[in-house]
T-cell receptor, first 115, second 112 residues
Framework: AQKITQTQPGMFVQEKEAVTLDCTYD???????LFWYKQPSSGEMIFLIY??????QNATEGRYSLNFQKARKSANLVISASQLGDSAMYFC????????????FGAGTRLFVKA | NAGVTQTPKFQVLKTGQSMTLQCAQD?????MYWYRQDPGMGLRLIYY???????DKGEVPNGYNVSRLNKREFSLRLESAAPSQTSVYFC???????????FGQGTRLTVV
């Protein structure tokens, strides 16, 4: 069965510090994609970063990096130098081609950045 | 660039009423999805269409039907709305590959 697990319902971080949001996944598909999305209080979904299952290096996009540990089936998001505007819901997602190409999401982590 | 367009943005239904949520994308994407978002539950996949002419059940399909009308349009129908279907509904699309999903703005549905 394919599944995404985010075990941190809420996280607090001090402004300018780094924070790691956890994500583990389960799939038997050898080819898959891992994603992180941000959902601010306004409700839209914002794509942050992508990691392919065959990518050798961890993905980075500005202050976002994805710590991909394939053997442990984890894809944690690291946000460096947190800003007040980073306060939002963060969703980990996985695309697979088992039973038809689809994307599933985790339950999300709400991040609070303190001034 | 319109991207993914969902209508309506808000809807209130009475229990037992039916309605169709509309979704259209103009990016020539093959795959389209319907998700629902409940507090604390993340986005749960209702139905998806991996390509034009195909539809498949996701994690929570009960009470819903879908139609992939053509490559652009993917509609979600509630035949007999129930209070448990109160949620925010998102339509999304992706190319048929491991690529980011593009989302509509969401439909906030309340069933009373």
């Amino acid at each position: 069965a394919q599944k995404i697990t985010q075990t941190q319902p809420g996280m607090f971080v001090q402004e300018k510090e780094a924070v790691t949001l956890d994500c583990t996944y389960d799939t038997s598909d050898p080819s898959y994609g891992l994603f992180w999305y941000k959902q601010p209080s306004s409700g839209e979904m914002i794509f942050l970063i992508y990691q392919g299952s065959y990518d050798q290096q961890n993905a980075t996009e500005g202050r976002y990096s994805l710590n991909f540990q394939k053997a442990r089936k984890s894809a944690n998001l690291v946000i460096s130098a947190s800003q007040l505007g980073d306060s939002a819901m963060y969703f980990c997602a996985m695309s697979t081609n088992t039973g038809g190409f689809k994307t599933i999401f985790g339950a999300g982590t709400r991040l609070f950045v303190k001034a | 660039n319109a991207g993914v367009t969902q209508t309506p943005k808000f809807q209130v239904l009475k229990t037992g009423q039916s309605m169709t949520l509309q979704c259209a994308q103009d990016m020539n994407h093959n795959s389209m999805y319907w998700y629902r978002q409940d507090p604390g539950m993340g986005l749960r996949l209702i139905y998806y269409s991996a390509s034009e002419g195909t539809t498949d059940k996701g994690e929570v399909p009960n009470g819903y039907n879908v139609s992939r009308l053509n490559k652009r349009e993917f509609s979600l129908r509630l035949e007999s709305a129930a209070p448990s279907q109160t949620s925010v509904y998102f339509c999304a699309s992706t190319p048929q590959s491991h690529a980011e999903a593009f989302f509509g703005q969401g439909t906030r549905l309340t069933v009373v």
